[in-house]
């Protein structure tokens, strides 16, 4: 039987593609685990080298679905563009930005809070699956309720200082025009002390 060249082809293809998928799928899983403790789980490389650590800000293990879910805790630092993008600091860890959808509502001190409506200093309970790098939200109890995700994203250093609030690059409130007002009464002295010598002058 002849095989053609197109055939050969497309097999090849085929192989390299399901390859590069295989490939992906083990870079995008953040950590494998062997038992429901933190220190049972591995870390993968590619994690470790964004967020150095992850593991230590682990707070414990849970299964689900036969899945295993670290959790988290954080504090939210600063919340951008309506809650479209809100950076936590892990507790005894790192510094990540969520970017979470707008009909995300999170259970802050047990009540029910949109995105939009977090503030600095909130607290945060959120779990990262093993399969991918994201920040899953349960609306309730995690081994039955339902699963809400949002994406994890890094940012470098220097964007959270550029990103410093306006308020410290303006002058202080004490350093308000009254200067500006002791020198425009002192012009209009000076002014007025010309008109008087001018009517002097002409007077004589």
């Known amino acids: ?31 494998t685990a062997t038992g429901g403790s933190c220190d049972q789980v591995r870390w993968s490389e590619e994690t470790l080298e964004t967020y150095p650590q992850i593991a230590s800000a682990c707070q414990e293990v849970m299964e689900r679905d036969g899945k295993y879910f670290v959790r988290f805790e954080g504090e939210v630092e600063r919340v951008r563009d309506r809650g479209r993008k809100i950076t936590v600091d892990f507790k005894q ?35 990262i699956p093993q399969d991918q790098l994201v920040a899953t939200f349960f609306e309730g109890e995690p081994e ?7 994406p994890i994203t890094a940012e470098p250093e ?28 002192l012009l209009l002295i000076a002014f007025g002390a010309v008109l008087s010598i001018r009517r002097l002058t002409k007077s004589r």
Do not use: C, H, W
């Open 1 to 31: 039987m002849s095989i053609s060249k197109s055939s050969l082809l497309l097999g090849a293809v085929a192989l390299a593609s399901s390859a590069a998928v295989g490939a992906q799928a083990s870079i995008d899983r953040p950590f």
């Open 93 to 127: 860890g790192d510094r990540l930005t969520l970017s979470p959808p707008e009909n995300l509502s999170l259970y802050i001190d047990g009540r029910r809070t949109s995105v939009a409506s977090l503030r600095p200093g909130d607290q945060l309970n959120f779990y």
């Open 144 to 150: 039955t309720s339902t699963a809400q995700e949002a």
């Open 158 to 185: 220097e964007t959270f200082a550029a990103a410093a609030p306006e308020s410290q690059s303006r002058l202080p409130g004490t350093a308000s025009a009254l200067p500006m007002l002791g020198v425009a009464g």
